[in-house]
C-alpha cells in the first residue's frame, strides 16, 4: 500500500525567510508525486508535480520542490516567504506502474504560518 | 477556461436523509474523482468516474455512490445520512486520469448533518 507522511502538522515562518515543508513517502515503483494548497473554504490548488527527470522541480508562486529518491522524500521549498503563503498544503504519491488504477493519497497536511 | 464547479457549496441535512451533490469538470476533462475531507480522517479517495464508468473505488460503504454522464458531469450520493458522513466533499478532474497528470478540484460542498 502507498502511503504519505506529513511529519510537520505546523510550520511557522517569518516573511522574508526560507521555508520548507516535509514530505516523506512509500510506494511500490516509481513514484508520481504532487504537491497542493488549500486556502480556507476552497478546494485544493495544483502547486507542483514530479514524474521524473530533475530532481528540483519548479512550480506556482516561486515554490519548488526537491526529489530525494533514496530518502524517499519530496520537500517543498520557497527561498522567500510572504504571508499570503499561509495556507495548509498537501503532498500526494500515485505509483506508476499501476497506470489508471492507482489512486491519488494524501498525507494529512502541513499549515504553513508565515508572520511579518 | 472554467475550473471545476460544485454545487451546491453549502448542505444541511438530518440523519437518516439522502444527499446528491453535483460535479461539472473542466471542459475536455473525462476523468472525475470525489474525495471525503475530515478534519479527523484527512483527504479520503471515495470513486473514480470515466467514460460513465466507476474505474477506481475507496473504501466507502455502499451509501457512497456515484455516476458520470455523456458530457462527463458527475454525482455523489449518500443514502441513510449519519452524523460522520459530515465533511467537505471534493471533486476533481484531469484528461483522462492517467497517474501524472495532476487532478484540478473544485471548492468543494460542505455537507452538515444535524
Known amino acids: 500500500a502507498q502511503s504519505v507522511a506529513q511529519p510537520e502538522d505546523q510550520v511557522n515562518v517569518a516573511e522574508g525567510n526560507p521555508l520548507t515543508v516535509k514530505c516523506t513517502y512509500s510506494?511500490?515503483?516509481?513514484?508520481?508525486l504532487f504537491w497542493y494548497v488549500q486556502y480556507p473554504n476552497r478546494g485544493l490548488q495544483f502547486l507542483l508535480k514530479y514524474i521524473t527527470g530533475d530532481n528540483l522541480v519548479k512550480g506556482s508562486y516561486g515554490f519548488e520542490a526537491e526529489f530525494n529518491k533514496s530518502q524517499t522524500s519530496f520537500h517543498l521549498k520557497k527561498p522567500s516567504a510572504l504571508v499570503s503563503d499561509s495556507a495548509l498544503y498537501f503532498c500526494a504519491v500515485r505509483a506508476e506502474y499501476t497506470g489508471t488504477a492507482s489512486k491519488l493519497t494524501f498525507g494529512t497536511g502541513t499549515r504553513l504560518q508565515v508572520t511579518l | 477556461k472554467a475550473g471545476v464547479t460544485q454545487t451546491p457549496r453549502y448542505l444541511i441535512k438530518t440523519r437518516g436523509q439522502q444527499v446528491t451533490l453535483s460535479c461539472s469538470p473542466i471542459s475536455g476533462h473525462r476523468s472525475v474523482s470525489w474525495y471525503q475531507q475530515t478534519p479527523g480522517q484527512g483527504l479520503q479517495f471515495l470513486f473514480e468516474?470515466?467514460?460513465?464508468?466507476?474505474?477506481n473505488k475507496g473504501n466507502f460503504p455502499g451509501r457512497f455512490s456515484g455516476r458520470q454522464f455523456s458530457n462527463s458531469r458527475s454525482e455523489m450520493n449518500v443514502s441513510t445520512l449519519e452524523l460522520g458522513d459530515s465533511a467537505l466533499y471534493l471533486c476533481a478532474s484531469s484528461l483522462d486520469g492517467a497517474p501524472a497528470q495532476p487532478q484540478h478540484f473544485g471548492d468543494g460542498t460542505r455537507l452538515s448533518i444535524l
Open positions: 468516474y470515466f467514460s460513465e464508468t466507476q474505474r
Open positions: 510506494v511500490s515503483g516509481n513514484p508520481y
